[in-house]
């Protein structure tokens, strides 16, 4: 399967993680994980938004650390607050 130019899949791969392969610590690998997620909300691009969206249960169960699990729900509220009408979509 190939995986599009920018999917979160690397970022969340095991062994062969571009942030992780590195030892940094695990504060700043999710930081920069969040802001690729971040990222993909804010795109007008719906799959990006889906992606992004199916990816934040990955980070919070990989980092389960209060900042990063605060900023995550902070960053979700904002998203369907503000970008996100789900039910234009199917009605």
């Known amino acids: 399967m190939k ?5 979160l ?9 571009p942030l992780l392969s590195n030892k940094r610590d695990s504060v700043e690998a999710s930081s920069k994980i969040l802001f690729e ?6 795109s007008s691009n ?3 938004q889906l992606e ?3 990816f934040f249960p990955k980070l ?3 980092f389960p650390l209060p900042v990063i699990i605060n900023t995550s729900l902070l960053k979700l509220a904002d998203f369907f607050r503000n970008r996100f009408d789900f039910f234009s979509i199917f009605y």
């Open 46 to 48: 719906l799959e990006d």
């Open 37 to 42: 997620l971040d990222k993909g909300l804010r």
């Open 9 to 17: 899949f690397p970022y969340f791969a095991s062994a062969s993680s």
């Open 60 to 62: 919070l169960t990989k």
């Open 3 to 7: 995986v599009p130019p920018n999917s």
């Open 52 to 54: 992004a969206l199916a």
